[in-house]
């Protein structure tokens, strides 16, 4: 079936450094790639998404990139701010098939 | 409307009895997705729902598990006989047709199985 790796599983950057997730997915003909936030306590709020006929999607300071060659895509934070603390988990396919999650801590 | 909205948050049972988990929705959404989500995982697909039409369960999802979308809004996620393993985080969500693929979820229901 399905599988969606995401690595690291931790990862600890300077505040106002950049942070970089990375995903791989098993099924090729995965075509909606989202990525969420989950903060304590809370269930995981959509940050951003990519389909398939984009290589890369902004938002401010976060942006995804897909290689649909390689299956895999990519989170990337910029100038991290302590609210980025969290869990991001990364995802693939219609059934929303999630990765592990990468908790990141964003240092002072 | 004020999102998913998911109840108890937190069930703390015995052993051997059995628990329902309820959750609304936002209104205009017609899919509605279970998921498990144990400690230092991402959440596990379980089930959803289109409407009131059940169109996919997980294997995860054994004989002891059964959820119900009876008119098509609120769901309930049952577990008879809960075991230890069960405890986790139930979470769930919803998606509107035109947007089949962007889910908000809500909090999340944690069991505490002992």
């Known amino acids: 079936g399905e599988n969606v790796e995401q690595h690291p599983s931790t990862l600890s950057v300077q505040e106002g450094d950049s942070a970089v997730i990375k995903c791989t997915y098993s099924?090729?003909?995965?075509?909606?790639f989202p990525w969420y936030k989950q903060e304590l306590g809370k269930g995981p709020q959509l940050i951003i998404d990519?389909?398939?006929?984009?290589g890369e999607k902004k938002d401010q300071r976060i942006a995804v990139t897909l290689n649909k060659t390689a299956k895999h895509f990519s989170l990337h934070i910029t100038e991290t701010q302590p609210e980025d603390s969290a869990v991001y988990f990364c995802?693939?396919?219609?059934?929303?098939?999630f990765g592990k999650g990468t908790r990141l801590h964003i240092l002072p | 409307d004020t999102g998913v909205s998911q109840n108890p948050r937190h069930k703390i049972t015995k052993r051997g009895q059995n628990v329902t988990f309820r959750c609304d929705p936002i209104?205009?959404?017609?899919?509605l997705y279970w998921y498990r989500q144990t400690l230092g995982q991402g959440p596990e697909f379980l089930t959803y729902?289109?409407?009131?039409?059940?169109?996919?369960k997980s294997r995860l999802l054994s004989d002891r598990f059964s959820a119900e979308r009876p008119k098509g809004s609120f769901s309930t996620l049952e577990i008879q006989r809960t075991e230890q393993g069960d405890s986790a985080m139930y979470l769930c969500?919803?998606?509107?047709?035109?947007?089949?693929?962007?889910?908000?979820f809500g909090a999340g229901s944690r069991l505490t199985v002992l």
């Open positions: 995802a693939a396919t219609d059934k929303i098939i």
């Open positions: 729902f289109q409407n009131e039409a059940q169109l996919e």
């Open positions: 969500a919803s998606s509107s047709h035109s947007g089949a693929n962007v889910l908000t």
């Open positions: 099924d090729s003909a995965s075509n909606y």
């Open positions: 990519i389909r398939s006929n984009v």
């Open positions: 209104s205009e959404h017609n899919r």
